[in-house]
């Protein structure tokens, strides 16, 4: 039975193929894209204007505060609504993109703030513009704290990736609920659909786990 | 849809609303439960010094942290049949929630012991305590107060985590919103309002975090 | 100047919104395209083929409608509970599924008129205490519907001392439920239970004689989409005339012939 069902299985591969490249290109657009916003974000963040601030940080709390499966319910079904046609892998991006936007900026603030002020102040002293100073002096060292929880950033994404086949997209796991139903074995289908899922997550998650070490061992040296 | 958002529909489905919030609260509470006492077995098995409990637990925690929960739950809800296992959805449900978020307080638990210093478990040893007794009276309550605030950081998770038990018919706070979308087609109304009340839930937790973190005195606690 | 550019503007609008009346059939054409909301998983009227490919019923006569429209075709899938909002929300011209035309339904988007009758039935696990429509009218029954289905108005009314479990997805998920013992009943179209119970070794289910009600099958469109209207429903009649309808039907409904090639 496990055998026959073993080639059933089989027979779904070019499916599962194509559900897995799914999730791989949805995470890697999300990834790239929810990266630099959420650096854009974070720079504005910690910026001195307090209205920018705080609609920033009022936008952040909302996406952080709510379900991932709600906004993109909400993107999907209501943004049209205000004019903007959306097809499910658009609507999967934007939202993808939104959330981990939100989660970096986080993540880029502590970064920023970690960064001694006398080091702010000594890069003032120099005549730097707020820009070099963010980009000289500021952000190479926040990147030290910044880097470890980022790639466990992308862990989290790939693995949110997966909410978006509530709106249909065929990702990983849409497959995997596809094929349940014409193969009745959900351990078999859902042990493969998260071995999938382990290949692609597990050296992200040894790699923010080897960069925590090594961050953490050079934390708290400041060359002046 | 936007031009005619309907607020008389949304105070008709209201008890609707109301009974989908009840059920998210116990369902999470219940979970969080769970998740603890998932998360205490695999800290201790992880901080064994032998390799028979350190490795399974290991192994489970990579696995669960490095899929995504809804395959889980997709897992359990289509396998356990399987093995004969007939439950209820809800209870699936909060067996998917338990065993997720169980290995990331494990994680937790784990940092928090492992940041009380090493002088501290020196002077419990010099002074000749056992070791259930330096875990007792040393170590437990200082990890304690530092993993107060992380561990309500999961609890935010676990009640947004929680809304994927819609997927699989539980009758809680989304799936009350989809109801208004598949029963009057009033997306708008249905989504905006539930994620309103996750909001709510969301600063209950957040300001329950902020008062432990200063009853529990730790200064400028952040979750 | 101000008022010369808002008159301008104003043309320009005027002219907009003019084009924007031409027509969904115009707009069709010229996009060559035509965007159709159809059931994820919904045997034998839209279905996932082993090979991954879409078809089903509906799904080949909405390919029929395409090209004999002269475009390509688009298929957005959808759970059961998703359609309607997908076409009214615009991602779709049209919806082609195994959906009854009710009033509610009505209200909101256009039906064409119907190509197939079916109905409402309640079906169980074979071999279980459950052996006809009755049984399953006991308290605390566990009865299986679809969100936002037929079923699961006729389910609350035929059986109102039941517990009621709506599952979002598609047909399947219910027989699924029903088979592995989640549910004791399941209330679903005859024609979905039927073919999506091929899934499953034979005489799994019991498929009750007696139907709740009895259920035309229409495909729908927006209401600003009038001229699209009357040209499904001339597809509709030309179809059946000619005999293409009753040979989809056959093939689909019908009968199983349809597993054999997918």
Redesign the interface.
């Known amino acids: 039975m496990i055998w026959q069902q073993l080639q059933?299985i089989a027979?779904?591969y070019?499916?599962a193929l194509?559900g897995l490249g799914m999730t791989v290109v949805l995470s890697l657009i999300s990834l790239v894209l929810g990266t630099l916003l959420g650096f854009g974000l974070g720079i504005l963040r910690t910026g001195g204007n307090r209205l920018i601030s705080g609609a920033i940080g009022a936008w952040v709390?909302?996406i952080?505060?709510?379900?991932?499966?709600?906004?993109i319910?909400?993107i999907f079904?209501?943004l049209?609504?205000?004019g903007i046609?959306?097809?499910?892998f658009t609507a999967g991006i934007i939202a993808l993109t939104n959330l981990a936007a939100c989660f970096i900026c986080e993540i880029v603030v502590a970064g920023i703030r970690s960064v001694p002020t006398g080091q702010v102040e000594a890069a003032l002293a120099s005549g730097l513009s707020r820009w070099q100073r963010m980009r000289q002096v500021v952000l190479p060292q926040a990147m030290r704290i910044v880097l470890p929880p980022l790639v466990g950033q992308y862990?989290l994404l790939?693995?949110?990736?997966?909410?978006v086949?509530?709106?249909?997209l065929t990702d990983?796991?849409r497959v995997?609920?596809?094929v349940?139903?014409?193969v009745?074995?959900?351990?078999l289908?859902?042990?493969l659909?998260?071995l999938g899922?382990?290949i692609v997550?597990?050296p992200l998650?040894m790699l923010a786990r080897r960069l925590e070490q090594r961050m953490g061992a050079a934390h708290g040296e400041v060359q002046l | 849809?936007?031009e005619n958002f309907s607020f008389r529909t949304i105070v008709e489905y209201l008890p609707l609303f109301g009974q989908g919030l009840v059920t998210t609260v116990w369902l999470s509470a219940l979970s969080f439960a769970g998740a603890l006492a998932v998360g205490i077995v695999l800290a201790a098995m992880n901080l064994q010094r032998g390799r028979l409990f350190r490795v399974p637990a290991k192994a489970y925690i990579?696995?669960v942290?490095?899929?995504?929960?809804?395959?889980?739950l997709?897992?359990l809800?289509?396998?356990?049949?399987?093995?004969g296992l007939i439950l209820p959805e809800f209870v699936v449900g909060i067996l998917a929630l338990s065993l997720n978020s169980g290995a990331y307080v494990a994680e937790i638990i784990r940092a928090g012991i492992l940041s009380i210093p090493r002088g501290q478990v020196e002077a419990g040893v010099a002074s000749g305590m056992t070791y259930v007794q330096r875990m007792r009276l040393v170590i437990l309550p200082q990890a304690f107060k530092v993993t107060i605030p992380p561990l309500l950081g999961q609890a935010?998770v676990l009640?947004?985590?929680?809304?994927?038990l819609?997927?699989i018919s539980v009758a809680e706070l989304?799936r009350a919103?989809?109801l208004l979308?598949s029963d009057r087609f009033m997306?708008?109304e249905g989504?905006?309002t539930?994620?309103a009340f996750?909001?709510l839930l969301?600063?209950g937790l957040?300001g329950l975090a902020a008062l432990s973190g200063r009853w529990l005195g730790l200064a400028g606690a952040r979750t | 100047m101000k008022i010369a550019k808002l008159f301008i503007a104003g043309l320009a609008l005027a002219g907009l919104t003019a084009a924007a009346s031409a027509g969904t059939l115009d707009e069709i054409t010229k996009r060559g395209e035509l965007r159709v909301a159809v059931q994820?998983?919904g045997p034998p009227f839209s279905l996932?083929g082993?090979?991954?490919e879409r078809t089903g019923s509906s799904v080949e006569l909405a390919e029929l409608m395409a090209k004999e429209m002269g475009v390509k075709i688009t298929f957005?899938?959808?759970?059961w509970d998703?359609l309607i909002?997908a076409l009214l929300?615009?991602?779709a011209d049209l919806l082609v599924a195994d959906m009854t035309p009710t009033l509610a339904r009505g209200m909101k988007v256009a039906f064409t008129r119907p190509y197939m009758y079916t109905g409402s039935t309640v079906f169980t696990k074979a071999g279980t205490a459950f052996k006809s429509t009755e049984d399953c009218k006991a308290k605390g029954t566990k009865i299986a519907v679809l969100l936002g289905a037929t079923g699961e108005k006729e389910a609350k009314a035929a059986f109102p001392d039941a517990d009621i479990k709506s599952y979002k997805?598609?047909g399947?998920?219910l027989l699924?439920a029903v088979?592995n013992g989640q549910a004791d009943c399941g209330v679903n179209d005859v024609s979905a239970v039927k073919g999506q119970s091929t899934?499953?070794p034979a005489g799994s289910f019991t498929i009750m004689p007696d139907m709740l009600s009895k259920e035309p099958l229409a495909f729908a469109t927006r209401y600003d989409e009038q001229d699209l209207l009357t040209w499904m429903n001339l597809f509709l009649d030309q179809v059946s005339l000619d005999g293409r309808l009753q040979k989809n039907l056959d093939y689909w409904v019908n009968s199983d012939d349809w597993k054999k090639d997918h």
């Open positions: 059933s027979g779904s070019p499916l194509r709390d909302l952080r505060g709510t379900p991932f499966l709600v906004q319910f909400l079904f209501i049209p609504e205000l046609e959306l097809d499910a862990v790939i693995k949110d990736s997966s909410v086949s509530a709106i249909g990983l796991t995997g609920w596809l349940v139903q014409r009745p074995n959900g351990l289908v859902f042990f659909v998260g899922y382990f997550c597990y998650i | 849809m936007l990579d696995a942290r490095a899929t995504p929960l809804l395959a889980q997709y897992f809800y289509f396998g356990l049949p399987r093995l935010i009640v947004k985590d929680s809304a994927l819609s997927l989304t919103g989809q979308a997306p708008a989504f905006i539930i994620a996750y909001l969301y600063y957040k | 994820t998983q996932v082993a090979a991954g957005l899938d959808f759970d998703g909002p929300s615009g991602k997805g598609g399947p998920l699924d088979n899934a499953y």
